[in-house]
């Protein structure tokens, strides 16, 4: 009788024997997933707080199915690097390759695919290391936060042919290809407006003071932290607070609004919008930050050379009320998609009262349920992993092994950025931005906008 074991060997050859040429699946690392038990060997890049979080949990409810293993971890900082050895340690059963640098886990020849989960301006050049690599990543979000970073990965991905998922998890939801299969199928009709809405009331959010305290320069490699951005000098809070810090984060537009955003251009099939302004600031949390704690950001959409046709997206977010229940409205003139109850209605649809006065049927949408159990796009805590990041690191994971693409390529990540390019590039000139398709770079104020 043929074993599960079986199974893995044989569809992993036959994926090997047939991809291994156009897909740049090396000999070496395909010898050495079949040297250990037919096991895929992963290692961690950045042992942070949505690694442990999330990510290790979506992860543990599938390796033991899928036969992968985690067996390095990789993080410049020493505490975080022997905490997060120690950690997989106790969680995997066995010892742990623990690496000063990325550069270090590579040149190990180790591991088969990557976890990368480190602040958010390194996640392109991230990517691009373990490409070249010859490693598969599946890539936290944001993808990038400049245009160059993100040509330059797209590319170094295309070249490569690796298995990259990009961490927009919305995209392994049933709730959400529901709705995107509504949307496309054309039952909801034409997108006429989206609203989408992200709040909390934390004054801990993405704030580190513990961890502030227990840092050291001297622990940590300062200079490769910083990459490609400008240099400023040694700042713990920049280090370990980076959401709140631009250029190392975007805050709001690329930690909230780039999962919410990527539904957008899912469902429509539209790339990027063809314009964005925004507007906000720091209104309640004076405690050094620049990323706002409240924005706006509005979004035309639609063909680019069709500006008569085409909706409205709208993205708010506050920092200092709100309970984090993220909702995402889709319009049409037919009714509403309500992606926190999933339910399609007729409500604000063209009644036949205002239809008969301008001699015109009506336009109402059946109620309609896109899933039939209750999805929660937040994870809680002690809940063993979200469903969503579940579901995608499965997805992740099974591409890794069936070389198919996963629910969330690269050119997803891609699109997304350039969004939140946008959206930075109005917040910091407070020009209307827009995006060039010959050069692909955003320009604000007749300039290509890069921090």
């Given at each position: 009788?043929?074993?599960?074991?079986?199974?893995?060997?044989?569809?992993?050859?036959?994926?090997?024997?047939?991809?291994?040429?156009?897909?740049?699946?090396?000999?070496?690392?395909?010898?050495?997933?079949?040297?250990?038990?037919?096991?895929?060997?992963?290692?961690?890049?950045?042992?942070?707080?949505?690694?442990?979080?999330?990510?290790?949990?979506?992860?543990?409810?599938?390796?033991?199915?899928?036969?992968?293993?985690?067996?390095?971890?990789?993080?410049?900082?020493?505490?975080?690097?022997?905490?997060?050895?120690?950690?997989?340690?106790?969680?995997?059963?066995?010892?742990?390759?623990?690496?000063?640098?990325?550069?270090?886990?590579?040149?190990?020849?180790?591991?088969d695919a990557v976890i990368i989960s480190t602040a958010d301006f390194q996640h392109a050049t991230h990517t691009i290391e373990a490409v070249k690599a010859g490693c598969d990543t599946y890539t936290e979000k944001p993808f990038a936060e400049t245009m160059d970073d993100a040509i330059a990965?797209?590319?170094?991905?295309?070249?490569?042919?690796?298995?990259?998922?990009?961490?927009?998890?919305?995209?392994?939801?049933?709730?959400?290809?529901?709705?995107?299969?509504?949307?496309?199928?054309?039952?909801?009709?034409?997108?006429?407006?989206?609203?989408?809405?992200?709040?909390?009331?934390?004054?801990?959010?993405?704030?580190?003071?513990?961890?502030?305290?227990?840092?050291?320069?001297?622990?940590?490699?300062?200079?490769?932290?910083?990459?490609?951005?400008?240099?400023?000098?040694?700042?713990?809070?920049?280090?370990?607070?980076?959401?709140?810090?631009?250029?190392?984060?975007?805050?709001?537009?690329?930690?909230?609004?780039?999962?919410?955003?990527?539904?957008?251009?899912?469902?429509?099939?539209?790339?990027?919008?063809?314009?964005?302004?925004?507007?906000?600031?720091?209104?309640?949390?004076?405690?050094?930050?620049?990323?706002?704690?409240?924005?706006?950001?509005?979004?035309?959409?639609?063909?680019?050379?069709?500006?008569?046709?085409?909706?409205?997206?709208?993205?708010?977010?506050?920092?200092?009320?709100?309970?984090?229940?993220?909702?995402?409205?889709?319009?049409?003139?037919?009714?509403?998609?309500?992606?926190?109850?999933?339910?399609?209605?007729?409500?604000?649809?063209?009644?036949?009262?205002?239809?008969?006065?301008?001699?015109?049927?009506?336009?109402?949408?059946?109620?309609?349920?896109?899933?039939?159990?209750?999805?929660?796009?937040?994870?809680?805590?002690?809940?063993?992993?979200?469903?969503?990041?579940?579901?995608?690191?499965?997805?992740?994971?099974?591409?890794?092994?069936?070389?198919?693409?996963?629910?969330?390529?690269?050119?997803?990540?891609?699109?997304?950025?350039?969004?939140?390019?946008?959206?930075?590039?109005?917040?910091?000139?407070?020009?209307?931005?827009?995006?060039?398709?010959?050069?692909?770079?955003?320009?604000?104020?007749?300039?290509?906008?890069?921090?």
């Open positions: 009788m043929a074993t599960r074991r079986d199974f893995i060997t044989q569809s992993t050859k036959a994926a090997a024997g047939v991809y291994i040429g156009s897909l740049a699946f090396s000999a070496k690392s395909y010898a050495r997933i079949l040297g250990a038990n037919d096991r895929v060997q992963i290692g961690i890049v950045g042992f942070s707080d949505r690694f442990r979080s999330s990510l290790l949990p979506a992860f543990m409810n599938n390796y033991k199915d899928l036969n992968f293993d985690i067996v390095a971890v990789s993080d410049i900082w020493k505490m975080r690097r022997e905490e997060g050895g120690n950690y997989l340690q106790q969680k995997m059963g066995h010892d742990i390759k623990k690496f000063v640098n990325n550069e270090a886990l590579y040149a190990s020849k180790s591991v990965t797209l590319k170094a991905v295309k070249e490569m042919k690796k298995i990259v998922q990009i961490g927009s998890q919305r995209r392994s939801g049933s709730n959400y290809k529901a709705a995107a299969d509504f949307i496309q199928q054309g039952k909801f009709g034409p997108i006429t407006m989206v609203e989408l809405t992200w709040n909390v009331n934390q004054p801990g959010r993405w704030r580190r003071p513990g961890l502030v305290q227990k840092i050291r320069e001297e622990d940590t490699d300062w200079k490769r932290f910083l990459i490609n951005r400008p240099f400023e000098a040694w700042d713990p809070r920049k280090y370990l607070e980076f959401r709140l810090f631009w250029p190392y984060s975007s805050g709001m537009p690329g930690q909230w609004m780039s999962h919410q955003i990527d539904t957008v251009h899912w469902f429509s099939g539209l790339p990027h919008p063809r314009s964005v302004v925004a507007n906000g600031g720091i209104y309640q949390w004076k405690d050094g930050r620049r990323n706002w704690d409240t924005t706006t950001a509005v979004f035309d959409y639609g063909p680019l050379n069709d500006a008569t046709t085409g909706f409205q997206v709208t993205f708010s977010s506050r920092m200092h009320n709100g309970d984090e229940n993220p909702a995402e409205m889709y319009y049409s003139n037919g009714g509403e998609m309500n992606l926190i109850t999933n339910k399609v209605s007729s409500r604000g649809g063209l009644e036949k009262r205002f239809a008969d006065e301008m001699n015109m049927q009506p336009n109402l949408l059946p109620e309609t349920s896109l899933v039939t159990e209750n999805i929660s796009v937040v994870a809680s805590a002690n809940t063993g992993g979200d469903t969503l990041t579940t579901a995608h690191m499965r997805n992740w994971m099974d591409c890794v092994l069936s070389r198919k693409q996963p629910n969330a390529p690269v050119e997803a990540g891609y699109a997304h950025s350039i969004a939140n390019i946008m959206t930075n590039a109005a917040i910091h000139t407070g020009q209307k931005a827009v995006f060039n398709e010959a050069t692909q770079q955003v320009m604000a104020g007749g300039k290509i906008f890069k921090y």
